[in-house]
């Protein structure tokens, strides 16, 4: 889906990881949810780069970006 994301049956079970850091995205969110900054993210995965965590957020905005339509209730 994105250069930066990558998603591998062999590598962190499956999950989207940041490529080649072995990190999952989850990880990334949750830690930017929890207060975090992009500067102390950087700091903490010296291997990291911005765009890696930016592409980490811009992949779990896809996720939830989809339409989901509700049902309609039964009457009966």
Not at 11 to 30: D, E, N, S
Not at 37 to 45: N, R, W
Not at 51 to 76: G, N, Q, R, T
């Amino acid at each position: 889906m994105h250069e930066r994301i990558s998603i591998d049956p062999g590598i962190c079970h499956g999950q989207a990881c940041i490529k080649g850091a072995r990190i999952p995205i989850y990880q990334i969110v949750r830690m930017l949810a929890n207060g975090d900054t992009i500067d102390a993210l950087l700091k903490e995965y010296p291997s990291l780069e911005r765009e890696d965590i930016l592409a980490c957020l811009d992949y779990s905005a896809s996720l939830v970006e989809e339409y989901v339509s509700p049902i309609d209730e039964i009457k009966v």
